[in-house]
């Protein structure tokens, strides 16, 4: 079946560091991915996204290419910011199964400190 | 984007109780999902709902446990049925922009069962 599989966290950066945040998928369609945020004590907001191979998802200075060679859809950002603090779940969907159901990968808490 | 609402925002309940929570969206959509998420832990689907039709439940989930009412295209409700300290978790509803190819969730409903 479909799985998501994401670095393992938490992740602890300075403010203004790079960032990536490693994900990795399997899916046996052509899924499309999603990079997903919590924010402390709320719900999931959508980051970015990517339908489709070669495909770059961007938002608030959030990146994330589609690789179907490596089959990964890994989160970058130049410079982050304390606000950047929460968990970050990448997900797919996968429009051969049906129904839009998300598979989500186990979440990866980031930390940023000032 | 849709804006979803969920009631109750959080609760604390008896184990052998039953718990509704109400999921409303502000503009028509087909399908709603609702997810599960363990403390501490990734989303897992519970079941898809389409208005107008039964359920359909992930491998893992019943309805006599997770009973789902769908009575119209803005509107869905989770029951869960029977509490133990084991379904302590965050009950998150979501909706397919089926246009967008995304999905949206609602604040999510915190649930402590004692």
């Known amino acids: 079946g479909n799985s998501v599989t994401q670095m393992e966290g938490p992740v602890t950066l300075s403010e203004e560091a790079f960032l990536t945040i490693n994900c990795t998928y399997t899916a046996t369609g052509y899924p499309s991915l999603f990079w997903y945020v919590q924010y402390p004590g709320e719900g999931l907001q959508l980051l970015l996204k990517a339908t489709k191979a070669d495909d770059k998802g961007s938002n608030k200075g959030f990146e994330a290419t589609y690789r179907k060679e490596t089959t990964s859809f890994h989160l970058e950002k130049g410079s982050v910011q304390v606000s950047d603090s929460a968990v970050y779940f990448c997900a797919l969907s996968d429009p051969s199964q049906g129904a839009q159901k998300l598979v989500f990968g186990q979440g990866t808490r980031l930390t940023i400190n000032p | 984007s849709a804006v979803i609402s969920q009631k109750p925002s959080r609760d604390i309940c008896q184990r052998g109780t039953s718990l509704t929570i109400q999921c409303q969206v502000d503009?028509?959509?087909?399908?709603m999902f609702w997810y599960r998420q363990q403390p501490g832990q990734s989303l897992t689907l519970i079941a898809t709902?389409?208005?107008?039709?039964?359920?359909?439940?992930e491998s893992g989930f019943v309805i006599d446990k997770f009973p789902i009412s769908r009575p119209n295209l803005t509107f869905s409700t989770l029951t869960v049925s029977n509490m133990s300290p084991e379904d302590s978790s965050i009950y998150l509803c979501?909706?397919?922009?089926?246009?967008?190819?995304?999905?949206?969730f609602g604040p999510g409903t915190r649930l402590l069962v004692l």
């Open positions: 979501s909706v397919d922009d089926v246009a967008r190819g995304t999905q949206y």
């Open positions: 503009s028509q959509v087909t399908m």
């Open positions: 709902a389409n208005q107008g039709s039964e359920a359909t439940y």
